[in-house]
Every structure is written in structure tokens, then in C-alpha cells.
């Protein structure tokens, strides 16, 4: 295939939780998560697993960098953790938690590698929560001091910043119970939690701005998306449609892409809405639509979508459709149409902050792990970005989930999503054989796919 476009970026991502572990080390104040996996007996973390050691990456951050350097990974996407920066949210800094962070910048700059920070991946302090979390207004202004404080720290040296991941997942803590703080709260809650979520995220992009106005400041979102059945403009346009559509009886409007990015980039609501959000959209005060910033880029975290026909209705899966290990769809098609509906919709730059796949994966008898089927789907999907970049679709880089094996939220250690393998028991690191496909990849700018 011809390469990326010149200035294409590869990397990968992680996020604290997940990868960290050291979870009440030096300071750190507890998370939801931390609370959430604690709550044992099986009750919301498969096999009771806990985020506690994780990867360690917390002390073997080094080896890490390591590894990734010498599989060419050009960025890395990780999040901070709010409860070691700041243990209890809105109070006092914690120093050696804000040295952890500067201390692995600097470990990837000296490696080459651009560091990109996410500033929301979901562990919230716990002191936060309980003052109401995401559903209390106090929580925009703290979340924009704590953007503030890592900005100032970090200054000169992160240029891109992602302040929330995945608002979709964010909210759906409140709505739901797989993941913390598991509330499962009516839909009303839960507009005003996304509500809340775009204000957060505008005092933060401040934050950063005021700090140094260079800096690029996005989010990474994720939420439903569609394809079309077959490649026509009536069926392109059916799928864009429902791709926005917030009154689909077949997905629920909590978890498309546009509840969140609307109301910061087209300062209203979709005509689509259903009564529920209507109802709470009366409630906003109209001052808080001035306070919408925007994004200088969008991040989508993208792993499979859903196929609409020319109608607009959605395509059921034939028997024996690929499936992940996680019993995900193989659907790499959504990344062609992905980045055209949302550049379509939004017109902004994109960056794929996800992309990848769960694999049984296990260290064969010769000591290695081979895991033909991730690199088939890696392939499979940037095959299809490749179509959308070459139709217009501004992407600038893409971002492979994930660099190791880590937590895996409510699913716990059994799904390895990692390029690399990591053995819980002694932390050891052994690549798989797709993070030796992928360095080709990158060393190629695509071109060897
Ligand atoms: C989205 C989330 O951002 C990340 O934390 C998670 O591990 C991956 N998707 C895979 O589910």
C-alpha cells in the first residue's frame, strides 16, 4: 500500500489505572477504582482483580519506554492520575506524585517518544465522589485547577494534551453499574453528568491555554458508529444519520458520540434528542452554552461498528460473524466511514487515541507469544483508515491499545489487549509478535500494510 501522509504519527496508549499499579504509594489518595475493585466477592471486577500492582509500570516505567523505543512507537498516550497529582481532588499537591509524571516525560523525551497525556481517564479522587463526582458543579473548577497544575509542571515538554477519556464511559457510571461509581441513575443524571463533563472539559482547555497557548488540547471520545452496507451515497448518507441519531430504538443515546462533542462544538443538543435530554437541556442555564469551548482536535478510541443499510436500519451479523476474544465484532470497515462522518460533522483534525483488539494470547512452548489474530485486525483497520485519509478525512496520527497487557476495567486481567505480554505473576515483558509487525508498520509509514 502507498504510505501515510509525511507527519503521520504511530504510537500506543495506557492509562493510569490500568497500567500503574503502586496504588497507595507515596501519597497517592484512593480512586473509584481503587473503591470500586475493592468492593470484592465478584461483585463488579471479573475474578475479583484489582488495578493494585497492575503492570507496576509505576516502578518499571523505564523498562517500559525501553520497550517502546525499541519497537519504534513515535507517542505515547497515558493518563494521569488525578488522586496522586491531588490525593483528595481539590486540596493539597501531592510533590512526588507530580515528579512520577515529569520524571516519565522525561524518560520519553530523552527516548525520542512525544508524550501525550490523557488528564480524565476515569480513576477520580474518591473524596471527589463523595461530594457527588461528576454530578457536582464544584468539580469543573477542580478539575480545571488540576489541568492547571500538571500543565504548569509539564510545560515546554507535553505539547499535546486529551483532557477526558471516553465521556461515554465516563456517564455510564452514573447510568450504569459496570463500571465506578456504578450508581446506575436515571437518563436525566446522566445528561447532567455530560453536561457537567463539557464544562470540565472547557475550564480545563483554559487552563492549559492560559499555561501556555501553544499547546494542543483535545479529548478522546469513543460511542456507536456506523458503516454503510454497501458503498453508495444514499447508503453512505443512511449511515451518517444514524450515527447522530439520539432517538435510535436500537442504540441508546447515552453512548453516541455526539451527546458529548454537540454541545461543545455546535452548542446544542441533536434535533434527534429524546425527551429525556430535552427535559434536562431546559434546566441549563444559557450562560453555560458561552462557557463551551472547543477542541483542537478530536481523539476517537474506535474498535467496531455498526453496519446500516440504505434505509438506515441496522444490518444484523450473520452467523459466525469474527468475533474478539471479548466477544467483540471484527468490523474493520467503521474506520474507513468513522473519520469521514465525524470530519463531516465537526470538521476538525482527528487522531485515533484506540484502536485494537483482546486476544487469548499465551507464551507458546518456544517461549514466545503469537498472536496472528491481532495482526490481522491491526492490518484489517488501517487498511480502511488509509480509504477515509485518502477521501479527506483529516487524521494525524494513530494511537495502537495498547502498549501492554493491563487491567481491563470490570473484565479484569482475562483480556489482553497488549502488543506486549505481560506475566502478572513476575511482571516480566515478553513482545508478542505483533509489536514486531506494528515497529514495521511504523518504520514504513504504513507502507508495508
Ligand atoms: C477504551 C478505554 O479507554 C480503555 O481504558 C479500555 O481498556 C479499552 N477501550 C479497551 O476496552
Not at 493494585?52 to 493518563?79: G, T
Not at 490481522?376 to 485519509?389: P, T
Request: one cysteine or more; proline letters at 5%.
Amino acid at each position: 500500500m502507498s504510505a501515510f501522509p509525511e507527519g503521520f504519527f504511530w504510537g500506543a496508549a495506557c492509562a493510569s489505572y490500568q497500567c500503574e499499579g503502586a496504588w497507595n504509594e507515596d501519597g497517592k489518595g484512593p480512586s473509584i477504582w481503587d473503591d470500586f475493585c475493592h468492593e470484592m466477592n465478584g461483585k463488579h471486577v471479573k475474578n475479583d482483580d484489582t488495578g493494585d500492582v497492575a503492570c507496576d509500570s509505576y516502578h518499571r516505567y523505564k523498562e517500559d519506554v525501553a520497550l517502546m523505543k525499541q519497537h519504534n512507537i513515535q507517542a505515547y498516550r497515558f493518563s494521569i492520575s488525578w488522586p496522586r497529582v491531588i490525593p483528595d481532588g481539590d486540596g493539597e499537591v501531592n510533590e512526588k506524585g507530580l515528579q512520577f509524571y515529569e520524571n516519565l516525560v522525561d524518560e520519553l523525551l530523552a527516548n525520542g517518544i512525544e508524550p501525550m497525556i490523557t488528564l480524565y481517564h476515569w480513576d477520580l479522587p474518591s473524596a471527589l465522589q463523595d461530594k457527588g463526582g461528576w454530578l457536582n458543579r464544584d468539580i469543573i473548577a477542580a478539575f480545571g485547577r488540576f489541568a492547571g497544575i500538571v500543565a504548569s509542571r509539564l510545560k515546554g515538554k507535553v505539547k499535546r494534551y486529551m483532557t477526558l477519556n471516553e465521556p461515554q464511559c465516563v456517564a455510564g457510571g452514573y447510568g450504569g453499574t459496570h463500571g465506578a461509581p456504578g450508581l446506575g441513575l436515571g437518563g436525566e443524571k446522566v445528561a447532567q453528568v455530560y453536561h457537567i463533563l463539557c464544562l470540565a472539559h472547557s475550564e480545563a482547555y483554559r487552563a492549559i491555554k492560559a499555561v501556555d497557548p501553544t499547546t494542543i488540547v483535545g479529548a478522546a471520545i469513543c460511542g456507536f458508529f456506523t458503516y454503510p452496507e454497501k458503498d453508495t451515497p444514499e447508503n453512505r448518507e443512511a449511515a451518517y444519520k444514524a450515527n447522530f441519531d439520539l432517538s435510535s430504538d436500537q442504540k441508546p443515546w447515552s453512548f453516541t458520540p455526539n451527546i458529548f462533542l454537540d454541545s461543545l462544538l455546535l452548542k446544542k443538543y441533536d434535533e434527534s434528542a429524546p425527551a429525556v435530554v430535552r427535559k434536562f437541556a431546559e434546566t441549563i442555564d444559557p450562560s453555560d452554552w458561552e462557557k463551551m469551548e472547543t477542541l483542537d482536535f478530536i481523539g476517537i478510541n474506535v474498535y467496531n461498528g455498526d453496519m446500516v443499510n440504505e434505509k438506515g436500519e441496522y444490518v444484523k451479523r450473520y452467523p459466525g460473524f469474527p468475533l474478539t476474544a471479548c466477544k467483540w465484532p471484527v468490523t474493520p470497515e467503521v474506520m474507513h466511514y468513522c473519520v469521514l462522518n465525524m470530519h463531516r460533522r465537526y470538521g476538525l483534525p482527528m487522531v485515533i487515541t484506540e484502536n485494537g483488539q483482546s486476544c487469548n494470547d499465551r507464551v507458546h512452548m518456544d517461549g514466545k507469544v503469537h498472536d496472528p489474530e491481532r495482526i490481522d485486525f491491526l492490518n484489517r483497520y488501517l487498511l480502511e483508515l488509509k480509504k477515509g485519509i485518502d477521501e479527506g478525512a483529516p487524521v494525524q496520527g494513530y494511537l495502537q491499545w495498547s502498549i501492554l497487557d493491563n487491567f481491563e476495567w470490570s473484565r479484569g486481567y482475562d483480556e489482553r489487549f497488549g502488543i506486549i505480554y505481560v506475566d502478572y505473576r513476575t511482571g516480566e515483558r515478553i513482545p508478542k509478535d505483533s509489536a514486531a509487525w506494528y515497529a514495521k508498520v511504523i518504520e514504513t509509514n504504513g507502507e508495508c500494510l
